[in-house]
């Protein structure tokens, strides 16, 4: 599956080169690195597709099938690489756009890819082409993201995109070893943040896995909305270290933490509140491991938070070898931990989570403050907003989590809504310094936007 998925962290090292590019203003090398990384991603899509068809025979994914349906799954995954292959290039286009600060148009081309997926897939599927319905959403959101991107990128830049090639061909060649270094990253990253449901499987039972990741899904999903987040603060940190402007940095890293941290908080304070309630409405009381499980997992997706502000900097100042080392070793400890601990109860796979997030998350944050040479005042200074955050969050749950727990879907939301906006409330009342930011971002987005429309 890694094969067929991924292109090997090739598009995050181009991302981030063509960012501190376009923020030093080096237009006359830009173009000609979109050209050749583009290039690079469609000679990379062609070898992984190559050898995903060349593996194909040997997997057993059409074991205990007719013949006809072997057949349709040979086919539909052959439609898959092929669209793999087209989103290796069209993810690439999309960190370049990104890379120049034109976050609408990337989002927009994602947008409209996934709404093409779904209605291509829906149709299909009302005419009877089972399989193939959703092997053929994939390749018509690929081609959509890749053509309104590259068509973009095309007219932008058409007279640099060839500029001084050898010369960048070289260059890029040379990213191919910090992408390396980013696909170790991402595997390690990987085994941290979706192994515990494979080795609490192999280790419980398959039902204690099951119970497991049914226990943790809103957690999960919290933590999906948020990584987008952290995603989008990518291109522009590495844009100002390009321009140079440190302090600029800096300040932005002392605003994005105590927003991205209350963001997590009131996703973890409404989860653990009605998670026993969630969890009961939609597949059964049998199928919640526990409140220690659900509030453990919280503490870890919090420190989790914390530590990716860190990773997100130190990606920006390119330091990907450092960042990958680090998370193999973490890695390491989080499996042997798990092999452990994991006999005393499902509770300590998320604690596991926990150890291993302070243990990535301190050295990457130690590693941030000494590049960017932040002050002992701007890290007191967060320091305190994450106290304050995290103790009305603390506060809120409690509270909620004693009153009697909702018999309905309606009631569900209607309890989780008024439980988010206790927490808002206390963090916005007691916490004058995240309140200022707050209104500040808002007030700066709000006039951005009328002012491009």
């Not at 010369?167 to 990213?175: A, H, I, K, N, P």
């Not at 494979?198 to 909305?225: K, N, P, Q, W």
């Not at 420190?303 to 960042?323: E, M, P």
Request: aromatic share 8%.
């Amino acid at each position: 599956m890694q094969i067929v998925i991924t292109d090997y962290g090739l598009s995050g090292v181009l991302m981030q080169r063509a960012s501190t590019l376009h923020g030093a203003r080096r237009s006359a090398d830009l173009g000609p690195l979109i050209g050749v990384g583009l290039v690079a991603a469609g000679a990379l899509a062609l070898a992984l597709s190559l050898l995903s068809v060349a593996i194909f025979p040997f997997l057993p994914a059409r074991s205990g099938l007719s013949p006809g349906a072997a057949t349709q799954v040979a086919d539909c995954f052959l439609l898959a690489v092929l669209a793999n292959a087209i989103g290796i290039i069209g993810g690439t286009a999309q960190g370049f756009v990104r890379s120049i600060q034109l976050s609408v148009l990337a989002g927009s081309a994602a947008l409209f890819g996934d709404i093409a997926n779904i209605a291509l897939t829906i149709g299909l599927l009302f005419g009877g082409f089972s399989l193939y319905a959703l092997a053929d959403g994939l390749v018509i959101r690929s081609v959509t993201v890749a053509a309104v991107l590259i068509g973009y990128l095309v007219a932008r830049y058409r007279r640099d995109l060839t500029a001084g090639f050898a010369r960048q061909w070289r260059e890029v060649r040379g990213l191919f070893v910090d992408s390396w270094h980013s696909f170790v990253l991402s595997l390690a990253m990987k085994l941290q943040t979706q192994g515990n449901v494979f080795f609490v499987g192999a280790l419980l039972g398959s039902e204690s896995a099951a119970i497991y990741a049914l226990t943790v899904r809103a957690h999960d999903t919290v933590l999906m909305l948020l990584s987008l987040m952290n995603t989008a603060f990518a291109p522009s940190m590495a844009h100002l270290l390009g321009s140079g402007n440190v302090a600029r940095f800096r300040a932005l890293l002392t605003r994005m933490i105590p927003v991205l941290v209350l963001c997590t908080a009131l996703g973890m304070v409404v989860t653990v509140s009605m998670n026993r309630a969630f969890v009961h409405l939609w597949v059964g009381n049998r199928a919640f491991a526990g409140q220690g499980v659900s509030i453990v997992a919280a503490v870890a997706l919090v420190t989790a938070i914390v530590g990716y502000s860190g990773y997100d900097a130190l990606y920006a100042l390119g330091q990907f070898r450092y960042i990958a080392r680090t998370y193999v070793c973490t890695a390491i400890v989080h499996v042997l931990l798990l092999v452990g601990l994991l006999r005393f109860g499902l509770w300590t796979a998320p604690l596991v989570s926990v150890i291993s997030s302070l243990l990535w998350g301190g050295a990457f944050l130690r590693r941030t403050i000494a590049a960017t040479q932040m002050s002992g005042e701007e890290v007191r200074s967060v320091a305190v907003d994450l106290l304050l955050i995290v103790a009305c969050a603390v506060g809120v749950a409690v509270g909620f989590s004693l009153l009697p727990q909702p018999r309905t879907w309606l009631a569900l939301t209607i309890t989780a809504a008024a439980c988010a906006a206790a927490f808002l409330a206390g963090v916005l009342i007691i916490g004058a310094r995240v309140r200022l930011i707050i209104q500040e971002e808002v007030s700066a987005t709000m006039r951005s936007m009328f002012r491009r429309s």
